[in-house]
């Protein structure tokens, strides 16, 4: 071999050296410049390089970025950032400099697994409009989802990870942090990366935002009490997937009714049936008499001017079932017999579907809904062994939708609304609970429970799943942290596009 071939050898050996040895040009690796981060860069793929400055005196951060989006299967941002491990929280005061720009452009708050473009992840983002959401990668390559808060434009942004649950807590100027929504499952494994981050929301132009006060903190030890329960009150839309915070507050209240004028949500909370504006505020206690006891199965008439409830205030303190003006007033009593827990009204508003405990069993009956002096008389339509729940009319009138155990797990099943001809819609490896039908009859929403789930208790990783009603396909409209008090009636908007739901957090000690 020739002098000139070794010498071009060893050039070549030593250059592929370098690079294997170098680290990526496009992330920082001076640590002093970026005070509690190790390094920042550009994920996914941008047209102008984004940048940070530190300023070690205020230490804030002026982060730079473009991006045309962090949505979908990838991302395309500047991302300044620091590998942990294990639980943590990221807190900063949130801004954008300059004014202008696109109204969706973004600054996070992140974890992160990798650092590649369609990675699990989940953040905080503030829009350039002031929305503010948690938004999540539940795995590689995955569509990204939301839940948009019910705070616009806050100061102060909070990121929590606790195991594999992760949420969100905001503040505006001069307030303490509050939840905010999420209690999500986004397992994050070994090492990761937590940081923040800017994406413009258009390839061809950069964003600038300030972060002060930025706080990264490890959870050193277990909280020593118990947690404490949020309840949320959410809407999601049956297509788009997306999750809109409503109403988040401290104990448990379950099972929102859409009212039929669109105007309001129903739900019950320490025995009271509350209203709620769906646009938020603050809920207001709806009379209900001597019924001061009710339960999560309550639904509004086809007319909209009354209310069925299920209360176990009288006799026994087992359920029984009243109808109520919904405007509020005196409670008249529909069920004889108890315990009784309301589900379904027919359209005509002549009947009402019910499930009965009656001799050890759980079955479905119907009931006349009018006024009369002779006592009504139950009408029981199933008979077999095991669990039979959740009974709904279809909005023709036509059918009887519910769920059974029947088959060894809990599925959905229909029949005739006389009772007969009763068949399974489906089959699959879950539990499924509470079939609800959309106005426009089209769409079926559903709760699922792992298979290994008895019952349908509180507290559970579970989802909302929708059937189209043409062509039987299923999708995953929601996963959340609840199970009981979820979805136990029906919620469907008067338009047949979202659905209302609870979602609950299990929130340590130390937040709030």
């Given at each position: 071999m020739s002098r000139e071939c070794i010498l071009w050898l060893v050039l070549a050996a030593a250059v592929v050296a370098l690079f294997d040895a170098a680290p990526s040009p496009c992330w920082s690796q001076?640590?002093?410049?970026?005070?509690?981060f190790e390094s920042h860069g550009d994920v996914g793929t941008v047209l102008h390089p984004g940048s940070v400055d530190y300023d070690a005196v205020k230490k804030s951060y002026t982060v730079t970025g473009s991006g045309e989006n962090m949505w979908l299967a990838g991302d395309a941002f500047q991302f300044v950032w620091k590998k942990i491990s294990g639980d943590a929280t990221l807190a900063a005061d949130v801004s954008f400099l300059g004014t202008g720009g696109n109204e969706h452009r973004k600054a996070v708050l992140m974890f992160r697994q990798t650092l590649d473009a369609d990675s699990t992840y989940v953040d905080i983002a503030l829009h350039g409009n002031g929305l503010t959401a948690l938004q999540f990668r539940s795995e590689t390559g995955a569509l990204t989802h939301e839940i948009i808060a019910n705070v616009s434009a806050p100061k102060r942004l909070s990121i929590v990870k606790r195991g594999d649950y992760v949420y969100m807590s905001l503040a505006g100027d001069g307030e303490r942090l509050r939840p905010a929504g999420g209690w999500l499952r986004i397992p994050l494994r070994g090492l990761f990366y937590a940081g923040i981050g800017v994406c413009?929301?258009?390839k061809d132009v950069i964003e600038k935002a300030?972060?002060?006060?930025v706080?990264?903190?490890?959870?050193?030890?277990?909280?020593?009490?118990?947690?404490?329960?949020?309840?949320?009150?959410?809407r999601v839309g049956i297509t788009s997937t997306d999750r809109q915070v409503v109403y988040i507050a401290p104990g448990r209240f379950e099972a929102p009714n859409w009212t039929r004028d669109g105007t309001s949500f129903l739900f019950n909370r320490r025995g009271h049936i509350e209203r709620l504006p769906v646009a938020g505020g603050e809920p207001e206690i709806l009379?209900?008499?001597l019924a001061t006891d009710c339960n999560n199965d309550h639904g509004i008439s086809p007319d909209g001017a009354q209310l069925a409830i299920s209360d176990n205030s009288q006799a026994k303190h087992d359920s029984l079932v009243y109808i109520v003006p919904l405007a509020g007033g005196a409670p008249r009593r529909i069920t004889p017999n108890s315990p009784s827990y309301w589900h379904g009204w027919s359209p005509d508003g002549k009947t009402l579907a019910f499930v009965g405990q009656r001799n050890g069993d759980f079955d479905i009956y119907t009931i006349p809904a009018a006024e009369s002096s002779a006592s009504p008389i139950e009408t029981r339509l199933t008979t077999a062994k095991g669990l039979d729940d959740g009974p709904e009319y279809s909005p023709d009138g036509k059918y009887i939708y519910?769920?059974?155990?029947?088959?060894?797990?809990?599925?959905?099943?229909?029949m005739l609304a006389d009772g007969t001809q009763q068949e399974q819609v489906f089959n699959d490896d879950y539990n499924n609970w509470f079939p609800h039908i959309s106005p426009d009859g089209q769409w079926m929403v559903f709760l699922t429970y792992a298979k290994d789930v008895i019952g349908h208790p509180q507290n559970k990783d579970v989802q909302l799943r929708a059937m189209s009603l043409g062509d039987k396909s299923i999708r995953v409209v929601a996963t959340l942290f609840g199970g009981q008090g979820t979805i136990n009636v029906p919620s469907w908007s008067p338009d047949s596009k979202q659905v209302a739901f609870v979602s609950y957090q299990l929130l340590p000690e130390e937040q709030p």
């Open positions: 001076d640590n002093s410049t970026i005070g509690i413009s929301h258009n300030g972060f002060s006060n706080d990264l903190t490890a959870a050193t030890a277990v909280p020593a009490g118990p947690p404490t329960l949020y309840s949320t009150l959410e009379n209900t008499g519910f769920n059974s155990e029947r088959t060894g797990t809990m599925q959905i099943w229909r």
